[in-house]
């Protein structure tokens, strides 16, 4: 079972305490990237590039590695049907530049590949908290970003998880690509994201994946930018 293999690399990415001297974890971040079978090939590749090419922007870095000393602990997997989640870079500690140029290289290559028979979001959550659950360095935040085109249609739906406090402690954001009905976006904000200041970013196409992750990722780690939702941003009500 692909479970199983994941297991086996996530261990080999985790940092251990020992190993995480000097190096205050601002965020523990489990990104994860839709496989499911509404995403053909080249979507697959722009979600893989893209990711990469967020963390590789300048801002991005930057928010990363600030204040001096600080970085993110990092693991990116794939998702699509009720068992189909497929780890593809384990926990990383991204604590430089050339940390950061790794992790990202590994995510283009090998996040193109998967290709999964349903949307199983719940299942996708699952794993992300399964994933967190293996990472032994405290970080201030643990957040799982998950993207996708379309609803659960697949496996235990985010309640079922949420309601048996498998997700707690986690906060869950979403980035939507609209255009599938029922409604992604609504979806995510009413059934998805969870935590203090949790949102929703919604794209027209995966072309603007990269753009959209990088902003995505600055609205997560940088304290200078404001939480209040910018054209294609949508956060749930107070207390959401």
Known sequence: MKILRAVALA?????????????????????????????DAAERQLQA??????????????????????????AAYLWGGGYEQELIVGWTRLDSRSAIEQF?????????HGRGRATAVGEALRYGAYLHGLNQVPCGQRIIDVSGDGV????RKPAY????????GLRINGLVIVGATPDPASYY????????????????????????????????????VSMKPHQGETAPPSGG
Request: hydrophobic share 45%.
């Open 152 to 155: 659960n249609n697949n496996g």
């Open 161 to 168: 998880f949420r309601d048996r406090g498998v997700l707690e």
């Open 104 to 112: 990202a290289a590994h995510v283009a290559r090998r996040g193109r």
């Open 189 to 224: 904000l009413d059934e998805v994201i969870q935590g203090p200041g949790a949102f929703v970013i919604d794209i027209d196409d995966y072309t603007g994946y990269a753009a959209a992750m990088e902003r995505k990722l600055l609205r997560e780690l940088s304290p200078s």
């Open 49 to 74: 590039r893209g990711l990469a090419a967020a963390l590789l922007s300048e801002p991005v870095q930057a928010a990363i590695l600030s204040p001096k000393g600080s970085g993110v602990m990092a």
């Open 11 to 39: 261990v080999v990415g985790v940092v251990t305490p020992a190993t995480a001297l000097s190096f205050e974890c601002k965020a523990a971040l489990a990104l994860a990237l839709d496989m499911s079978k509404s995403v």
